[in-house]
Protein backbone atom coordinates (compact mmCIF):
# COMPACT_ATOMS: atom_id res chain seq x y z
CA UNK A 1 0.00 0.00 0.00
CA UNK A 2 1.12 3.94 -0.84
CA UNK A 3 0.64 6.24 1.80
CA UNK A 4 0.57 10.24 0.59
CA UNK A 5 0.22 12.59 3.39
CA UNK A 6 -0.44 16.21 3.02
CA UNK A 7 -1.91 19.06 5.07
CA UNK A 8 1.08 20.20 7.71
CA UNK A 9 2.33 23.62 7.69
CA UNK A 10 3.19 26.98 9.60
CA UNK A 11 0.48 27.68 12.01
CA UNK A 12 0.16 29.88 15.28
CA UNK A 13 -0.56 28.38 18.59
CA UNK A 14 -4.47 27.99 19.14
CA UNK A 15 -4.67 27.24 15.18
CA UNK A 16 -6.47 24.54 13.41
CA UNK A 17 -5.00 22.53 10.84
CA UNK A 18 -6.10 19.18 9.05
CA UNK A 19 -4.16 16.72 7.60
CA UNK A 20 -4.66 14.23 5.13
CA UNK A 21 -3.61 10.69 4.54
CA UNK A 22 -4.56 9.05 0.88
CA UNK A 23 -4.06 5.37 0.64
CA UNK A 24 -3.75 3.68 -2.47
CA UNK A 25 -3.26 -0.41 -2.92
CA UNK A 26 -4.59 -3.13 0.00
CA UNK A 27 -6.63 -2.70 2.64
CA UNK A 28 -5.27 -2.67 6.10
CA UNK A 29 -7.24 -2.96 9.76
CA UNK A 30 -5.82 0.23 11.49
CA UNK A 31 -4.52 3.67 10.18
CA UNK A 32 -2.94 5.74 12.06
CA UNK A 33 -0.76 8.78 12.68
CA UNK A 34 2.69 9.30 14.67
CA UNK A 35 4.70 12.13 15.17
CA UNK A 36 8.30 12.84 15.36
CA UNK A 37 9.77 16.24 17.18
CA UNK A 38 13.57 17.42 16.09
CA UNK A 39 15.60 14.89 18.77
CA UNK A 40 13.15 12.78 20.12
CA UNK A 41 11.53 9.46 19.52
CA UNK A 42 8.31 8.75 17.01
CA UNK A 43 5.44 8.79 18.99
CA UNK A 44 2.04 7.68 18.84
CA UNK A 45 -1.03 10.49 18.06
CA UNK A 46 -3.81 8.37 17.22
CA UNK A 47 -5.40 5.47 15.42
CA UNK A 48 -8.45 4.52 13.58
CA UNK A 49 -9.63 0.94 13.90
CA UNK A 50 -11.86 -0.52 10.83
CA UNK A 51 -13.47 -2.75 12.54
CA UNK A 52 -16.12 -0.82 14.59
CA UNK A 53 -14.36 2.23 13.67
CA UNK A 54 -12.99 2.26 17.19
CA UNK A 55 -11.00 5.48 17.92
CA UNK A 56 -7.59 5.55 19.88
CA UNK A 57 -6.06 9.43 20.98
CA UNK A 58 -2.94 9.83 22.97
CA UNK A 59 -3.54 11.48 26.12
CA UNK A 60 -1.67 14.28 25.22
CA UNK A 61 -4.32 15.41 21.90
CA UNK A 62 -7.17 14.15 23.72
CA UNK A 63 -9.60 17.51 23.50
CA UNK A 64 -7.48 18.77 20.50
CA UNK A 65 -7.18 16.32 17.93
CA UNK A 66 -9.67 14.45 16.45
CA UNK A 67 -8.90 11.22 13.74
CA UNK A 68 -11.73 9.75 11.32
CA UNK A 69 -11.17 7.87 7.96
CA UNK A 70 -13.36 8.34 4.78
CA UNK A 71 -13.59 4.36 3.82
CA UNK A 72 -15.23 5.45 0.51
CA UNK A 73 -12.07 7.38 -0.41
CA UNK A 74 -9.53 5.85 1.38
CA UNK A 75 -8.74 8.89 3.35
CA UNK A 76 -7.57 8.93 6.68
CA UNK A 77 -7.28 12.26 8.55
CA UNK A 78 -6.09 14.10 11.69
CA UNK A 79 -8.35 17.31 12.56
CA UNK A 80 -6.07 19.10 14.84
CA UNK A 81 -7.06 22.09 16.87
CA UNK A 82 -5.91 24.17 19.64
CA UNK A 83 -2.24 23.70 18.85
CA UNK A 84 0.88 23.94 20.70
CA UNK A 85 4.29 24.94 19.89
CA UNK A 86 4.89 21.79 21.31
CA UNK A 87 2.48 19.57 18.74
CA UNK A 88 5.67 21.01 16.07
CA UNK A 89 6.67 17.49 14.18
CA UNK A 90 6.54 15.58 11.05
CA UNK A 91 3.60 14.06 11.28
CA UNK A 92 3.57 10.39 9.73
CA UNK A 93 0.58 8.14 8.57
CA UNK A 94 0.94 4.30 9.19
CA UNK A 95 -1.18 1.40 8.17
CA UNK A 96 -0.99 -2.21 9.62
CA UNK A 97 -3.01 -4.81 11.26
CA UNK A 98 -2.02 -4.29 15.12
CA UNK A 99 -3.49 -6.74 17.86
CA UNK A 100 -6.00 -4.50 20.08
CA UNK A 101 -2.55 -4.37 22.49
CA UNK A 102 -0.40 -3.14 20.38
CA UNK A 103 -2.25 -0.47 18.75
CA UNK A 104 -0.02 2.21 19.62
CA UNK A 105 3.29 0.21 18.64
CA UNK A 106 5.10 2.28 15.35
CA UNK A 107 6.85 -0.98 14.80
CA UNK A 108 3.64 -2.62 13.95
CA UNK A 109 2.65 -0.83 10.98
CA UNK A 110 3.70 -2.00 7.88
CA UNK A 111 3.88 0.93 5.58
CA UNK A 112 4.17 4.15 5.99
CA UNK A 113 3.94 8.11 4.03
CA UNK A 114 6.37 10.24 3.71
CA UNK A 115 5.51 12.82 6.49
CA UNK A 116 4.20 16.11 6.74
CA UNK A 117 6.01 18.76 9.04
CA UNK A 118 3.81 21.00 11.25
CA UNK A 119 5.09 24.07 12.79
CA UNK A 120 2.92 25.58 15.59
CA UNK A 121 4.91 29.31 16.48
CA UNK A 122 4.26 30.70 19.48
Known amino acids: VQLQASGGGLVQAGGSLRLSCAASGRTYGTYAWFRQAPGKEREFVAAFRRNGNRIYLSDFVKGRFTISRDNAQNILYLEMNMLKPEDTAVYYC??????????????????WGQGTLVTVSS
Open 94 to 111: AAGDPILSAVRASEIYRS
